[in-house]
T-cell receptor, first 113, second 113 residues
Framework: GDSVTQMEGPVTLSEEAFLTINCTYTATGYPSLFWYVQYPGEGLQLLLK?????DKGSNKGFEATYRKETTSFHLEKGSVQVSDSAVYFC????????????FGTGTSLTVIP | DVKVTQSSRYLVKRTGEKVFLECVQDMDHENMFWYRQDPGLGLRLIYF???????EKGDIPEGYSVSREKKERFSLILESASTNQTSMYLCASSLDLKLDTQYFGPGTRLTVL
C-alpha cells in the first residue's frame, strides 16, 4: 500500500549547520507530497508541499523537491536556527484514495546554539 | 487564521471509562479528522468526516466511534477506554476534499490507567 519512510531521529545540529531529513515514499500512482512541522506543545502545521514530479516546495528557508525517479522528497535547509527545533513529518496524499494522508513517523530536530 | 481547538490538553481516565474528546474548528470546513500519534508510528487516521452526520473509518477505527452533529464540531468517543489507547490525539480539518492542507489542533494527551 501507500506509505512514507523518513529517516530516524533524533537529529541534533549546531546553529547555522546544513539540514537534510530524508523521506522516500511508496505509492501506486502519483501522490502529492508534504512536509509538516510540529513545534513543542503545538499541533502540526503545513511547512511545504509539491503536487507533481520535479516541483520544488519551499517555505521559511526549507526546500524539498519531488523526485519521481528516486521516489523521494528530502527536506533541506542551508542554515538552521534554534527556532527550527521541532518534529518534522513527511506525508503523502493520493488523489484516488480521496482525503487520506499517510504520515511518516516523524524526525525530531534539536538545534543547539 | 484557521483555528482548531481541542477540549483538553491533558486527560487522565481509568480503564473502562467512556471518554469524549471534542474538537471544534471555526472556519466552516467541510472535513474533519481524528488521528492518534504514537512514538515510532507517526500519525494514524482513526476516523474522518466529510459532512455533518457523515463518517468514514480510517486505518485504526477499532475501539473508537465518532459523532458529527454540527459542522464545526467532531467528537471522538472511546466507549470503554483501555490502556493501549493511551496516546496523543490530534484533530484536523480541511476546507475541501480536493485541497491538500489540513489544519491541526494542539492535541490531547490521553492517559488511561
Amino acid at each position: 500500500g501507500d506509505s512514507v519512510t523518513q529517516m530516524e531521529g533524533p537529529v541534533t545540529l549546531s546553529e547555522e549547520a546544513f539540514l537534510t531529513i530524508n523521506c522516500t515514499y511508496t505509492a501506486t500512482g502519483y501522490p502529492s507530497l508534504f512536509w509538516y512541522v510540529q513545534y513543542p506543545g503545538e499541533g502540526l502545521q503545513l511547512l511545504l508541499k509539491a503536487t507533481k514530479a520535479d516541483d520544488k516546495g519551499s517555505n521559511k528557508g526549507f526546500e524539498a523537491t519531488y523526485r519521481k525517479e528516486t521516489t523521494s522528497f528530502h527536506l533541506e535547509k542551508g542554515s538552521v536556527q534554534v527556532s527550527d527545533s521541532a518534529v518534522y513529518f513527511c506525508a503523502l496524499r493520493m488523489w484516488v484514495t480521496g482525503n487520506q494522508f499517510y504520515f511518516g513517523t516523524g524526525t525530531s530536530l534539536t538545534v543547539i546554539p | 487564521d484557521v483555528k482548531v481547538t481541542q477540549s483538553s490538553r491533558y486527560l487522565v481516565k481509568r480503564t473502562g471509562e467512556k471518554v469524549f474528546l471534542e474538537c471544534v474548528q471555526d472556519m466552516d470546513h467541510e472535513n474533519m479528522f481524528w488521528y492518534r500519534q504514537d512514538p515510532g508510528l507517526g500519525l494514524r487516521l482513526i476516523y474522518f468526516s466529510y459532512d455533518v452526520k457523515m463518517k468514514e473509518k480510517g486505518d485504526i477505527p477499532e475501539g473508537y466511534s465518532v459523532s458529527r452533529e454540527k459542522k464545526e464540531r467532531f467528537s471522538l468517543i472511546l466507549e470503554s477506554a483501555s490502556t493501549n489507547q493511551t496516546s496523543m490525539y490530534l484533530c484536523a480539518s480541511s476546507l475541501d476534499l480536493k485541497l491538500d492542507t489540513q489544519y491541526f489542533g494542539p492535541g490531547t494527551r490521553l492517559t488511561v490507567l
